[in-house]
């Protein structure tokens, strides 16, 4: 086993670039003219060909072209070249990192949990093109207030299967969710150890993890929803408000409400609140980034237990049963990005934190009914 070390050569945090003050009033991202509700998106018609979607050696051969045009540092590489002691998916993939940045606070950005939510990829290798080439004020602040540490592919063999799980090569053929795997007791694959690692090692300031649901309506006037917003412990529910004094359950809440806001200006987009359905919020301490945010110490290499904040975006549609029209890839990919980009300029700039975290009542969403815990619903009145 390892011994924990944070003196790896791949960790940057002691590089302090000051975040340039007055790229605070950086200009605004540029809003997407106001269009009409767009019809194709999500669309069942259409079924997407599933050969476009970024595989494994898709990845790889991407990230090496990242690294090889960048002009800002970006460095991409696997686990085992990070140091981590398990550092392979279970069959045996590399697991890939690419970072970018020089800032003080690292930030987590992860994609593909579950290998049949692809935009997750592809997404975030869009987010590491502008990071790694982009001039612009806002790209350069970032740079300069974060070191991104970014896995677009979480688990490369569910991606390559194309299901939600990663599969136990020790004889079982055990199907394990990964996003379910940070767990006391658990880290039953060897995909959570690796990446389990890994985090202790950067110690991010805060971190996003970007999923697919399935089609949604909107309650009320049965609008497509395009985009979930969520948080995996609830916020006011039964466990977030008691971590960090309840800082989490306030920034958790204020980072979505800043999302809520500047991605309604875009036509396209509709967004609600995340649920598993029927009003019921998730709950889940044994998801990855409820685990960060909850400073999970396991096998002893967090015993400083370190945490941090963290959301996750929900696509509409997905590819393994055909829901998701091949029109809707783009602006599928699209809105991710927009996301991930007005979210880390905001909380660059301390817009964020300056967000009322009362207004995710605002963002539509059905009467909390009750939570979806590790082991079962509970009611809302816990
Ligand atoms: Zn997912």
Known sequence: ???GSKSHSRNRRSITLAATAALALAAP???????LADANFPSPNGNTNTASIVDYADLVAQLEQLENTSRFGLDAFTLAEAGTAVNTSETGRDLYVATVGSGPEAVWLQGRIHGNEPYGTESLLAVLKELGTNGSPEWKLLRESYTFHV????NPDGSELNIRHTVLQDGTAKRIDLNRDWGVGKFEAVESEAYYEYWTMVDPAFAIDVHHQGLKTERGDG???TLSL????????PTLPGVQGGAYDVLTRQMQVHVYDEL???GYINIDRYDVGRGIEIDIKGGVVSAMMLGLNHDGLNPEGHSNPAIFFETSGNTSDGSLGQKARGKSIKQNVLALQELLVGMATGEVQQEDPARWDEIPH???TGYQTDTGVIPASF
Do not use: F, Q, R
């Open 29 to 35: 991202l540029a809003a997407g003219s106001p269009a």
């Open 223 to 225: 609008d497509e929803v």
């Open 264 to 266: 309604s200006k875009y």
């Open 1 to 3: 086993m390892t011994n």
């Open 230 to 237: 969520g948080v995996s412990l609830a916020p006011g529910g």
């Open 366 to 368: 059905a009467p909390v």
């Open 151 to 154: 896995i677009p592919m979480y």
